[in-house]
Each structure stands twice: as structure tokens, then as C-alpha cells.
């Protein structure tokens, strides 16, 4: 049944032009240099720290790190995170 469904997702991103995180549920992180992210369609937040933030998403885990973090706004699907960030990983669980 998930093969089916990816293939639906597919179908209507490419015929109707919706955008690919709303049809497939994926993340969308909008990042301002190294100071802010802002990260919607995540499924809550596994660990924080003044280093490090971890996202739990669909398909795995989104890390954010670097120093000075501080959450400035935080709802069940969005978050924004301030702060030097110095990477953004994607990891499989």
C-alpha cells in the first residue's frame, strides 16, 4: 500500500503542481544564513540542547547543530530555532 501512495503523491505533484511537502509530507526548513531556522512538518522534538536540536520526522530525524540556541516560537508542527547554527543533518532511524 505505501508504493501505491508514493506513486499517487508523485502523480499529483507532477499533474496538479502542488508542492512536494504538502503531498508527501516532507519538511520544509527555510533557514536566514547561520541565525535563524525555521523548520514546519516536523513531528516533535526529540532533544534540545544549548547545541543541538532533534526533530522527529516522517522518515527519520532532522539535527540541528551549533551554539547559542535559544526556541523562539514552538507549535506542534513548526518551530523556529535561533542561534550560530553550523550544520543541518538529516538522519535514518
Not at 18 to 36: E, F, N, S
Not at 55 to 73: A, D, H, P, W
Amino acid at each position: 500500500m505505501g508504493k501505491l501512495r508514493q506513486q499517487v503523491s508523485k502523480w499529483m505533484m507532477q499533474n496538479l503542481e502542488l508542492p512536494a511537502d504538502a503531498v508527501m509530507d516532507l519538511p520544509r526548513i527555510t533557514m536566514i544564513g547561520q541565525l535563524h531556522i525555521y523548520i514546519e512538518n516536523h513531528r516533535g522534538v526529540k532533544a534540545f540542547s544549548n547545541e543541538q536540536l532533534k526533530l522527529k520526522l516522517k522518515q527519520g530525524t532532522l539535527v540541528i547543530s551549533g551554539r547559542e540556541f535559544v526556541i523562539k516560537t514552538i507549535l506542534p508542527e513548526e518551530i523556529l530555532l535561533e542561534g550560530t547554527i553550523s550544520s543541518v543533518d538529516f538522519e535514518n532511524d
